[in-house]
């Protein structure tokens, strides 16, 4: 099965799992069965309307899912998805 590796600020809505392993034969089904595991996790990832923020990005073994099909990107046995959300700030 993917596994789904979970960042640090996320993982007091997934039940303080690092990784989670989950069915699924797209990233978007990946995530659709960890939000529905993990339903707190929805509104940290996703908007009202169902899609995923803009600072939230989604990595397949390393390879940014914007770049390869997006949610539609198939995932085989033992694939790693990761959740990154990007970061903003610093000094002025």
Known sequence: MPKIHIPTPLR???GKQADVEVKA???GDALSHLV???PD???HLYTEDGKLRAFVNVYLN???V???QKDATTVN???NISIVP???GGRR
């Open 12 to 14: 007091q809505y997934a």
């Open 25 to 27: 034969a797209t990233v």
């Open 36 to 38: 529905s595991q993990h």
């Open 41 to 43: 996790l929805r509104r």
């Open 62 to 64: 390393d390879e940014d």
């Open 66 to 68: 914007r770049y390869l």
């Open 77 to 79: 046995e033992g694939d």
């Open 86 to 88: 990007s970061i903003a």
